[in-house]
């Protein structure tokens, strides 16, 4: 309790803790959880490798994702939902790149997961709004010289929370160890879809697939297995996740190249 009042807890404070993976990984203490500039200071003098748990002030959080610099692109990836956002399908998107950004908007209805108590739960999200778009636009165009600057060290990607107002909350720098060449998005018709292992029967071997396998933790089985069966007929597929989430990440270190494929989304265009 001590090490918590000293970094800024008090009694009826909500925690949320997760535990980080044990390479690349650098945790924030609450006192500067709000604050781009501390935060930088911050990564810049306590880079550490170990093990450590991650406690951040907002117990649930509006969205929750990461923005991560590939190439000269930063790519934003977030979702409704404080937990397992990086396993969700149809994320939405936003890309920085040469003075211009571009949302991928999902407009139908979808579920997330989420914590209550000791469940696991899922509730419907509506689709984010054009105005919040915007709002966590003009949020993050002052932040971009000194993201890109974070993550052109051996950490490229930081995930964050964003609250209702569009306002960000950095959590912890991470080093991806596969990143995509390029940020490919499709929009492509008559092509065969995977959710469950057992679609993989009816599968031509031919169709071009687009992956959906819901990736929560106890889905991450069937994943797999549906990797291993895929790589033996083709070495590309489409996918619903994010092209940086964790089961994107999964495909392309077993050898897949993987492109985002999008229906039913709003693009939005924004200079700064």
């Known amino acids: 309790m001590e090490g918590l009042e000293t970094s800024g807890f008090k009694d009826g404070d909500e925690l949320s803790c997760r535990f980080s993976h044990p390479v690349k990984t650098i945790y924030l203490p609450r006192t500067i959880a709000n604050s781009f500039d501390e935060a930088y200071e911050f990564y810049k003098n306590n880079m550490r490798k170990d093990y450590t748990i991650l406690i951040h002030n907002l117990m649930h959080a509006k969205y929750a994702g990461t923005i991560t610099r590939v190439n000269n692109e930063l790519i934003l990836e977030f979702v409704e939902g404080d937990w397992n956002a990086d396993y969700s399908l149809n994320m939405d998107t936003a890309v920085f790149a040469d003075g211009e950004s571009t949302w991928y908007l999902y407009q139908k209805t979808r579920k997330v997961p989420y914590v209550a108590?000791?469940?696991?739960?899922?509730?419907?999200?509506?689709?984010?709004?054009?105005?919040?778009?915007?709002?966590?636009?003009?949020?993050?165009?002052?932040?971009?010289?000194?993201?890109?600057?974070?993550?052109?060290?051996?950490?490229?990607?930081?995930?964050?929370l964003i609250d209702e107002d569009g306002k960000f909350h950095p959590l912890k720098l991470l080093n991806i160890n596969s990143?995509?060449?390029?940020?490919?998005?499709?929009?492509?018709?008559?092509?065969?879809?995977?959710?469950?292992?057992?679609?993989?029967?009816?599968?031509?071997?031919?169709?071009?697939?687009?992956?959906?396998?819901?990736?929560?933790?106890?889905?991450?089985?069937?994943?797999?297995?549906?990797?291993?069966?895929?790589?033996?007929?083709?070495?590309?597929?489409?996918?619903?996740?994010?092209?940086?989430?964790?089961?994107?990440?999964?495909?392309?270190?077993?050898?897949?190249?993987?492109?985002?494929?999008?229906?039913?989304y709003k693009i939005l265009k924004f200079k700064y």
Do not use: C
């Open 117 to 160: 108590g000791t469940e696991v739960k899922y509730k419907e999200i509506d689709p984010v709004r054009s105005q919040l778009a915007e709002r966590i636009y003009k949020n993050i165009v002052p932040k971009i010289s000194l993201i890109k600057d974070i993550l052109s060290t051996e950490y490229n990607s930081l995930e964050l």
């Open 179 to 264: 990143l995509p060449h390029s940020t490919p998005l499709e929009v492509l018709d008559n092509i065969y879809e995977i959710k469950t292992y057992h679609d993989l029967e009816h599968w031509d071997k031919k169709a071009k697939l687009l992956i959906s396998v819901p990736a929560n933790i106890d889905k991450a089985d069937t994943l797999m297995n549906v990797i291993t069966e895929v790589k033996k007929y083709t070495d590309g597929v489409f996918i619903s996740y994010g092209i940086l989430s964790h089961p994107a990440i999964l495909m392309r270190e077993a050898g897949l190249k993987v492109e985002r494929k999008i229906s039913n």
